[in-house]
């Protein structure tokens, strides 16, 4: 199943300059996952876009959120089985802020 690996909102970058502070979420491995995509999201704040990226090397998929954006979303991250995603077809990412483009689709991730 194909993932691109970064899937952070272009429209998130413009305006920015490299110390700009966002959250980033990472989708990594989980391995007492049993059923469906053995992945899981995990969010880590007053962070960078660079600083983003670097720690995503190893990590399935990424995205960048800026401050503002993520504090949209706040609430949610605790419980990311409320999640609901469009069905809608993705290249890369996905217009709502904690769903994930996976296999040309938007998901949710727990």
């Known amino acids: ?3 691109t690996h970064n899937q952070t909102k272009p429209e998130w970058l413009v305006g920015r300059n490299k110390t700009s502070l966002g959250a980033g979420a990472f989708l990594v491995p989980d391995v007492s996952r049993t059923e469906g995509l053995p992945l899981k999201v995990e969010f880590h704040e007053s ?3 660079p600083e983003c990226e ?3 090397e190893f990590a399935a998929a990424f995205k960048w959120i800026p401050e ?4 949209k ?3 949610q991250t605790g419980n990311l089985s409320s999640v609901t995603c469009k069905s809608e077809l993705c290249l890369g990412y996905c217009s709502e802020t904690l769903c994930w483009c996976i296999g040309g689709l938007c ?4």
Do not use: L, Q, S
């Not at 503002?68 to 504090?71: I, L, M, S």
């Open 107 to 110: 998901k949710p991730m727990e």
């Open 1 to 3: 199943m194909r993932i």
């Open 47 to 49: 962070m960078t876009y």
């Open 54 to 56: 670097r720690r995503a």
């Open 68 to 71: 503002e954006e993520f504090e």
């Open 73 to 75: 979303v706040r609430g």
